[in-house]
């Protein structure tokens, strides 16, 4: 009999957790909203919808609002998000920097700051990034009325679960309980995760693929990754990663990878491999205005964009390259859209024509049908994936109810 209670307890916290993110949802997404739309979009009563809007205005999640007159002379009342009373700090740990950035709950920038990474050792680039953080907040106090969060993304197999990071491109981990570390160093929720598949759930959260149900995001930079969104919700599977794109073999007939197989789509379209090609071209006679010196690829979409020939190739290349891979995932997954994110997309044009060109040969036609492909809207650079694992908190109701249960406490 004991085992049922606490079953039924346990399942009435979920419902309740899931009906508050529910409507803390449909206030972000859609406000200003009444409570009598959020009853029928939401199908509760709207006695629960009273409990639940009263409970997140005293914590002050969201506020009313007089948005028009009603036909008797008194203002209809509506109801909006509060961003301004709560803050988090999103990071991203990247191969060579660490970016801190701090955001209110809407996703606005409030400081920014950006510092190297020269230490590889998981215990130094432990105590540093603690450091770090540490100044930050010191440094941001004014700024930071109520910090809730912080939110740590970076390349490599992370167990967001467990909150343990198992493997990294340039950190030798074992086993790192990050997580765990910075909650009692801090005492506020902890998030980690992939930098690409949260740079994908913040593109469904801010950018491009707003209001889509299924979509990709593939970023080329000194690797390719990218992350899947299937029913607006983030594709992991038990080691919480998915989608090796990057590995996906392009050229049979090319050149090893570090993985062990040949003509890798990472070995033709990153960054390093273009400027390693542009290198070879220009010293094999192609007349270009690119010079062995300065053709990394900043320059060499520059000059694309002006027509030079040599650069236009290689944009062209890489795109068609991009093309094979993402028709494979095409075929597969069946997006509704694909979002490039990463240095490649300073050449739109010319890029998105040469992937749509492969992939409109490699494709079932039936699955492209309703397929657009568009360049990230985001800035890859920032914390922004850092901070929409936040946001996927807020909208699962998991951060939600730990912010109303530290009020009631």
Avoid at 185 to 202: C, H, K, M, P, R
Wanted: proline share 2%.
């Amino acid at each position: 009999m004991s085992f049922n209670y606490l079953h039924l307890v346990g399942n009435a916290e979920l419902i309740k957790q899931l009906n508050y993110a529910m409507i803390y949802r449909l206030i972000v997404q859609q406000a200003p909203i009444s409570r009598i739309q959020l009853a029928e979009i939401s199908q509760l009563a709207p006695a629960s919808i009273t409990k639940i809007t009263r409970q997140l205005i005293k914590n002050e999640l969201i506020k009313e609002v007089n948005t028009q007159q009603s036909t008797g002379g008194r203002p209809a009342v509506s109801i909006q998000a509060k961003f301004s009373h709560y803050q988090a700090i999103g990071i991203q740990l990247s191969r060579s920097h660490v970016t801190i950035e701090l955001y209110d709950l809407g996703a606005n920038s409030l400081a920014l700051e950006i510092h190297p990474l020269t230490t590889f050792e998981q215990k130094l680039a432990q105590e540093y990034l603690i450091g770090l953080i540490e100044q930050f907040i010191q440094k941001k106090g004014k700024q930071i009325k109520h910090l809730v969060a912080i939110s740590v993304v970076l390349p490599g197999l992370i167990d967001s679960v467990r909150g343990i990071i198992r493997y990294m491109p340039h950190i030798q981990v074992n086993a790192w309980y990050l997580a765990e570390i910075l909650q009692k160093q801090f005492n506020v929720s902890i998030f980690l995760g992939n930098d690409i598949q949260s740079l994908a759930l913040a593109e469904s959260y801010f950018g491009s693929t707003q209001g889509v149900d299924d979509s990709i995001l593939i970023r080329v930079h000194r690797g390719v990754g990218s992350g899947v969104i299937v029913n607006q919700q983030l594709l992991t599977n038990h080691n919480q990663s998915a989608c090796e794109v990057g590995h996906i073999q392009v050229d049979p007939l090319g050149e090893r990878c570090h993985c062990g197989n040949f003509g890798c789509l990472e070995n033709r379209v990153v960054n390093k491999a273009i400027e390693h090609r542009a290198r070879l071209m220009i010293k094999q006679g192609y007349v270009s205005k690119l010079t062995v010196e300065h053709c990394d690829i900043n320059h060499i979409c520059r000059h694309a964009n002006q027509g030079d020939a040599l650069a236009i190739k290689l944009i062209k290349d890489a795109g068609e390259n991009l093309g094979r891979a993402i028709a494979i995932m095409v075929n597969i997954f069946n997006p509704q859209r694909i979002v490039l994110a990463g240095e490649l997309t300073k050449s739109p044009e010319i890029l998105l024509n040469a992937v749509t060109s492969s992939l409109n040969t490699q494709s079932l036609e039936e699955l492209r049908k309703n397929l657009t492909i568009t360049c990230s809207s985001l800035n890859d650079r920032s914390a922004i994936g850092a901070f929409a694992l936040v946001q996927q908190a807020l909208f699962n109701g998991s951060l939600l109810m730990a912010l109303l249960d530290d009020k009631e406490q």
